[in-house]
């Protein structure tokens, strides 16, 4: 019997808004990364069929050109559409506690810039996706085999 080979995936694209300004920094070789949160809302029924809203608060961390992107365009409150993986990452605490933490290391991000009241073509309601921006980190790719590379822009 051939041996059954499990694809190897990680991807994952969520929207929802930041829940506070993104942290801006430069690692030691200056490269640039910004890390932030976004809080997804979900609606469900409960057992009695009355509506519920749960929240997830999800961290993400972006590198190179896609963190530079953020800097000037990301503040509390703005809806964002991440498209990336997960990663996780250890670290020590200020008391010397290891602590681990799942995050999305975003490989591309879409500002979804909510148009004020006054500017939605009179129909009352905020629009999303104009005044959209999509950016990607093309150094992502690196992490690509060629065959994996091959897949992606056969279209």
Not at 10 to 26: F, M, W
Not at 103 to 120: G, T
């Amino acid at each position: 019997m051939a041996e059954f080979k499990m694809p190897e995936i990680n991807s994952v694209v969520i929207a929802g808004n930041l829940t506070k300004d993104p942290t801006i920094r430069e690692t030691s070789n200056n490269t640039p990364v910004v890390n932030f949160h976004v809080a997804v809302n979900r609606r469900y029924k409960d057992s009695n069929n009355q509506s519920q809203e749960d929240v997830c608060y999800v961290g993400v961390v972006a590198w190179n050109k896609l963190a530079e992107s953020c800097k000037n365009r990301l503040k509390k409150g703005n809806a964002v559409l991440i498209d990336g993986e997960l990663q996780s990452r250890t670290f020590k605490t200020e008391d010397n506690k290891s602590r681990t933490i799942v995050e999305i290391k975003a490989k591309r991000i879409q500002f979804l810039n909510k148009l004020s009241q006054n500017n939605n073509n009179g129909n009352g309601k905020d629009s999303f996706f104009e005044d959209s921006m999509e950016i990607e980190d093309s150094s992502f790719d690196k992490f690509l085999t060629d065959e994996e590379s091959n897949l992606i822009n056969e279209d």
